[in-house]
């Protein structure tokens, strides 16, 4: 069975709703198509410790501000579920779940999206599909020989999991950071990262780097020079978490390790640790294998785009992956505005006026 919608929007985490409120709101018909059994996109698939880098109000989906959860000032992600499960009730998105897009193809003067639930054919179509559900491993000599427990962030929930193990976190991000912290008085921890670890100021948190992106973006786009953007404050947001264990001087890191050993690692100069477990926060790469078909992909995976619009595709947009699809687009608070671009353009390719 085939269907039809003016835009498909592929995804219904943040990026996909937010994108939906545009839509609606230029009076453009669309269909959200949701891989996922539940509201929140993946939100509901974090570790249980998770919070936001900043206050709900500065977290919030175009038209709808999130509501301050009590006794948080950074919300949790279950807060942001439950958000995230509102924001398509009140707006009254399409959203179909679960189903799964296998395939974007042209098909004349419409794209055709093909999924396990029969094919959508429309006008134009929206990738908002993020980057939890493609983790990245590095490869690291001796990783099939590691006899003990190998997992990704998206595989960790809780460091009750390892109470009284030896674990190894790898990684030099927020999730290195944060999970590091989360296991500092449960196990006996070994953080490693690339490079000495760099925190942010405290005082710093999620509005400050959402500015920090903007105002990078606006300068390459004028041509004045690069700011260095977030990259340029720190690598690490000092979340209460993170900062509590900072302080205790838990969240002491090692350099990176040159190989696995079957009971844990080895540096370049011979020195060992054991581990029953190794967690890789080694980060995401876009998921967007779903779009093979249209052949869009250039250096490293990404497809080039003007914006949000894909270069050799203008009926395609994509969402919600970082900074090259828009400043701080991969975050609540800064996916708003490349949605809002990208629904005008679709509205001028359809030849909508508003």
Sequence with gaps: MTSYADVVVVGGGQAGLAAGYHLRHLGIECVILDAQAAPGGAWQHTWDSLHLFSPAAYSSLPGRLMP?????????????????????????LDVRRPVRVQGV???????????????????????????????????????????????????????????????????????????????????????????????????????????????????????TGDTGGVASLGDIVAVPPVRAARDAGLLKASPMFARLTPDGVEWADGTRAEADAIIWCTGFR?????????????????????????????????LGYGDWTGPASATLIGVGRPARDASREIAQLLGVVR
Aim: proline share 7%; no cysteine; hydrophobic share 35%.
């Design 105 to 223: 193809h042209r098909d004349g003067q419409l794209l055709r999206v093909a999924t396990d639930s029969g094919a959508w054919r429309a006008r134009a179509a929206i990738s908002a599909t993020g980057t939890w559900w493609r983790p990245f491993l590095p490869a690291v000599p001796g990783r099939e020989v590691f006899r003990g427990r190998q997992l990704h962030t998206v595989e960790y929930r809780s460091p009750y999991d390892f109470a009284g193990q030896q674990v190894v976190v790898v990684g030099g991000g927020n999730s290195g950071a944060q999970i590091a912290a989360d296991l500092a008085h449960h196990t006996d921890l070994t953080w490693v990262t690339q490079r000495e670890p760099r925190f942010l100021a405290d005082d710093i948190d999620g509005r400050a780097l959402f500015d920090a992106a903007t105002a990078r973006r606006r300068a390459l786009d004028a041509g």
């Design 286 to 318: 876009p998921a967007l294998s779903h779009l093979a078909p249209l052949g869009l992909r250039g250096p490293r995976g990404h497809i080039p785009t003007h914006g949000t619009r894909a270069a050799e595709e203008p009926r395609l947009h994509l």
């Design 68 to 92: 301050p959860q009590p006794g948080e000032t950074y919300p949790d992600a279950g807060h942001v579920v439950a958000y995230l499960s509102d924001y398509e009730q009140r707006y009254e």
